[in-house]
């Protein structure tokens, strides 16, 4: 995972200190799971809204209301 961020920053043009780097190694699973929650059998004319999917279950959410 680490060498993908560093790899990903540096493709960006991104040069980062020791703790921009922490922040996205911190970061990164979070974010590279949104990505895997995409739908991609969507055409180009679609709304981003229209793709993204929550998970069935969520962690936090509590069963009493």
Do not use: W
Not at 1 to 19: I, T
Not at 45 to 60: D, K, L, Q, Y
Request: net charge positive; with cysteine; charged share 30%.
């Amino acid at each position: 995972m680490r060498d993908l961020c560093v790899k990903a920053a540096r493709r960006a043009g991104l040069r980062l200190d020791d703790l921009m780097l922490a922040q996205l190694f911190e970061g990164a699973p979070y974010a590279l799971g949104m990505v895997e929650r995409l739908r991609r059998d969507h055409g180009l004319h679609h709304e981003p809204a229209n793709i993204f999917s929550f998970p069935s279950t969520r962690r936090g959410d509590s069963q009493a209301g």
